[in-house]
């Protein structure tokens, strides 16, 4: 079955700071790709998206793309700022039983700190 | 309205009472899903409705869940004679149809059972 791999945090970094986030996946067809985002004390919300091979998708300051090669979604962003804490779930999508199904990650914590 | 929105925020219950969590989702959105969010486990899938259907179930870790909607739109999730291991975030989706893969979020649900 499908699955989604991300790193384990929580991952704390100084403002203004390099952000890198590892995401690998596993599909048995060709999934759409996604990093949602949940701020503290709020709901999922879908930061980027890429549906096919080499598409970067992109939000906010933040980047991913779409590896097949080596099935990886990395998340990237250049200068972290406080407000950018929050968990990151990586997630495929997949046409499973009909329907979209999403498989999610289980989620990278960060704390961005001043 | 205009996001999707879930009753109540936080629900507090004696072990092996029956609680019922509310999803209002999306106006016009056909697709509703339901997540259950443990500490340090991601997103696991509960169910999946397409209009009043539950063509996926397959997620519903016992058979002391259980979900309907109706009228297309408000869903409801059941779960009788709660355990400990029940206390969770449960979280609801809703996207504009089974062809449609970005879901949309409500706030979730807390449950703890004491």
């Known amino acids: 079955g499908d699955s989604v791999t991300q790193m384990e945090g929580p991952v704390t970094l100084s403002e203004e700071a390099f952000l890198t986030i590892n995401c690998t996946y596993t599909?048995?067809?060709?999934?759409?790709l996604f990093w949602y985002v949940q701020y503290p004390g709020e709901g999922l919300q879908l930061l980027l998206k890429?549906?096919?091979?080499?598409d970067k998708g992109s939000n906010k300051g933040f980047e991913a793309t779409y590896r097949k090669e080596t099935t990886s979604f990395h998340l990237e962003k250049g200068s972290v700022q406080v407000s950018d804490s929050a968990v990151y779930f990586c997630?495929?999508?997949?046409?499973?039983?009909?329907?979209?199904?999403?498989?999610f990650g289980t989620g990278t914590k960060l704390q961005v700190i001043p | 309205g205009a996001g999707v929105s879930q009753s109540p925020s936080n629900k507090v219950t004696e072990k092996g009472k029956d609680v019922e969590l509310r999803c209002d989702p999306i106006?016009?959105?056909?697709?509703l899903y339901w997540y259950r969010q443990s500490l340090g486990q991601g997103l696991e899938f509960l169910i999946y409705?397409?209009?009043?259907?539950?063509?996926?179930k397959s997620g519903l870790p016992s058979d002391r869940f259980s979900a309907e909607r109706t009228g297309g739109s408000v869903s409801t999730l059941t779960i009788q004679r709660t355990q400990q291991e029940d206390s969770a975030v449960y979280l609801c989706?809703?996207?504009?149809?089974?062809?449609?893969?970005?879901?949309?979020f409500g706030p979730g649900t807390r449950l703890t059972v004491t």
């Open positions: 989706a809703s996207s504009q149809g089974q062809n449609s893969y970005e879901q949309y």
């Open positions: 599909a048995t067809g060709y999934p759409s």
């Open positions: 890429a549906t096919k091979a080499d």
């Open positions: 997630a495929l999508s997949d046409r499973g039983g009909g329907y979209q199904k999403v498989t």
């Open positions: 106006s016009g959105h056909t697709a």
């Open positions: 409705f397409q209009g009043n259907s539950a063509p996926d």
